[in-house]
């Protein structure tokens, strides 16, 4: 089983920063793509950004040019670097990854628990 937990949402003003940070444990064989969504209220849950072992990311239109992701493999842990917040990016963030627990287990995808972040002046 694999345990997601994040760090680093808050309340922010218009234009200011925010760092998301997710730490994958417990049972953990490989991990592919590490990512994050988000899910406003009374909107469907959408991806913000992901990122494969390799390097290669990918970016929800409304957030590029403003967040970078990035990932420790070492630590199974994945960041968003928030810049230039918008009130539209009010909503609960939930890390993602999709990883396979044992060698001769397929790939599963796993959630955290979500962490609100809130831009407001």
């Known amino acids: 089983q694999v345990q997601l937990v994040e760090s680093g949402g808050g309340l922010v003003q218009p234009g200011g920063s925010l760092r998301l940070s997710c730490a994958a444990s417990g049972t953990i064989f490989s991990i592919n793509v590490m990512g994050w969504y988000r899910q406003a209220p009374g909107k469907q849950r959408e991806l913000v950004a992901q990122?494969?072992?390799?390097?290669?990311?990918n970016y929800a239109d409304s957030v590029r040019g403003r967040f970078t992701i990035s990932r420790d493999n070492a630590k199974n842990t994945v960041y968003l670097q928030m810049n230039s917040l918008k009130p539209e990016d009010t909503a609960v963030y939930y890390c993602?990854?999709?990883?396979?627990?044992?060698?001769?287990?397929?790939?599963?995808?796993?959630w955290g628990q979500g962490t609100q972040v809130t831009v407001s002046s």
């Open positions: 993602y990854c999709n990883a396979r627990p044992l060698d001769s287990a397929p790939a599963y995808a796993y």
């Open positions: 990122i494969t072992t390799g390097g290669p990311t």
